[in-house]
């Protein structure tokens, strides 16, 4: 009889599992619950729900599904921004106006062609989009600009408060810091050289002066 209870009861939490289950919806649903929460604000933007929605009554399906769609796309046109700023700080301003262009155009429409394949090939395709995106607009802005990647002389020449941005104003300040250095050194080792140069000088007419000395006895004396 104990038996035949404990069956019942694991059947009944087997049965309550199941029902968890499909209500959750399954791995697809859990990503679509996961990227929701990431940025709650902006899915219930996204799926037209007012806030604090969901609190009392669960969501459905569709509205998280919608909201976690919203998410992607944000998601995934702000990663090619954030990508040119940085780029832009590091010394390619041209390529990187570029990258946070293109790379944003290329996000909506990447993310706008994974809108059947639901949240996830919302964000597949608006990553893809927007890399795509980045690496063309970069080479469009660069080749407007004249910048050759492979010609440190290229480019127009950009400096803010002295700190050199474009690749030809890196290269300038490179050579002004590699000129001043060969000063300095040429400074320190003029003394030297002239010291050199005077010694050498003392030689050659100490050894002018025998030889003439030389060739004077010889005259004189003969062989």
Do not use: C, H, W
């Not at 990431?38 to 933007?45: G, Q, S, W």
């Amino acid at each position: 009889m104990a038996d035949k209870q404990m069956g019942a009861t694991d059947f009944l939490m087997f049965q309550t599992l199941l029902n968890q289950m499909q209500q959750a919806g399954g791995p697809t649903a859990t990503f679509n619950r996961s990227i929701y929460g990431l940025f709650p604000k902006t899915a219930m933007k996204a799926a037209g729900i007012p806030m604090g929605a969901g609190v009392v009554t669960p969501l459905s399906q569709q509205a998280v599904a919608a909201g976690a769609s919203g998410v992607g796309r944000m998601v995934s046109a702000r990663l090619p921004l954030a990508q040119g700023v940085l780029q832009t700080l590091g010394g390619d301003p041209i390529g990187g106006v570029g990258t946070a262009g293109g790379g944003f155009l290329g996000a909506k429409a990447g993310a706008a062609l994974g809108a059947p394949l639901g949240p996830v090939g919302v964000l597949a395709g608006g990553l893809i989009g927007g890399l795509a995106g980045g690496a063309a607009g970069q080479s469009v802005t660069r080749g407007i600009a004249g910048i050759d990647v492979n010609n440190p002389l290229t480019g127009p020449d950009i400096s803010i408060a002295g700190i050199p941005l474009s690749q030809y104003a890196k290269t300038k300040k490179s050579l002004e810091r590699a000129t001043e250095l060969e000063k300095k050194r040429y400074k320190e080792l003029a003394p030297l050289y002239e010291e050199a140069r005077n010694r050498q000088m003392a030689r050659d007419m100490i050894g002018s002066q025998m030889g003439l000395a030389s060739t004077m006895l010889g005259s004189v004396y003969g062989r």
